[in-house]
């Protein structure tokens, strides 16, 4: 059976879509044995937690999936790694140690191509920061997934749910969750808002005392009580 890989989406009709089609038919499209299922939100503001479960109840699965943004990717031998990794291990699993967040200019002439062979990736900022390393593309087991309940979908816009589940995951498994050495590719699309502006935004500043609650959790009593909505 393929392992599924949750992308959650809400088109653009413009660049972003433009990122995730290339992405589609140049990555995932190659490599076998992984299935695509798109998580679509369309109301409201986007809700990244809404889509990632809604993509997750769209097949039944047992063994493992990835959940995966719609503008990155990791290499193969990565991906496949990291998938016999959570088999084995029963924890989170992430495939990449930083992110390379690649140019305009780069991104833009990759996706015009045709390219056959790549020799640097033209990176303009590199995140190795625990905290904004934490999604892009997981790997989780299904037992996992039941017992954090999925992602929380009371994170509404932008931020917190992926640091959310991260610190679920390690508390449900009594440890870090498992980073394979090595980057993970983000190609370019105009930032949803810079940081002053999501500063002012109620709903962000709502998910960020949503996440920090997650982060104080301790146990899995703690950790139950922040899910419920009892602390």
């Not at 002439?109 to 990736?121: H, N, Q, R």
Request: hydrophobic share 40%; glycine share 8%; net charge neutral.
């Amino acid at each position: 059976m393929s392992v599924p890989v949750f992308v959650p989406r809400r088109a653009d009709g413009g660049w972003r879509d433009e990122v995730w089609n290339y992405l589609k038919v140049m990555y995932w499209s190659r490599i076998s044995g992984f299935r695509v299922l798109e998580g679509v939100h369309e109301d409201g503001p986007f809700n990244r937690s809404m889509a990632i479960n809604q993509a997750a109840a769209q097949r039944f699965w047992d063994d493992v999936a990835v959940v995966a943004d719609a503008d990155s990717f990791v290499p193969e031998r990565k991906l496949i790694e990291a998938c016999e990794v959570a088999r084995d291990s029963g924890k989170l699993v992430c495939p990449f140690t930083f992110v390379l967040q690649l140019g305009e200019s780069f991104t833009r002439s990759l996706i015009a191509g045709p390219v056959t062979e790549i020799k640097y990736f033209d990176a303009e900022h590199v995140r190795t920061k625990p905290i904004e390393t934490q999604s892009n593309t997981l790997v989780v087991p299904r037992a996992l997934w039941d017992e954090i309940g999925g992602f929380d979908e009371r994170f509404v816009g932008w931020g917190g749910e992926d640091n959310a589940f991260w610190r679920a995951a390690e508390i449900r498994r009594g440890g870090q969750v498992i980073r394979l050495p090595g980057a993970v590719f983000h190609l370019w699309h105009e930032p949803a808002s810079d940081r002053n502006t999501r500063m002012q935004d109620p709903q962000y500043l709502s998910n960020l005392g949503l996440a920090n609650k997650y982060m104080r959790c301790r146990d899995k009593n703690d950790l139950r009580a922040v899910r419920y909505g009892r602390a």
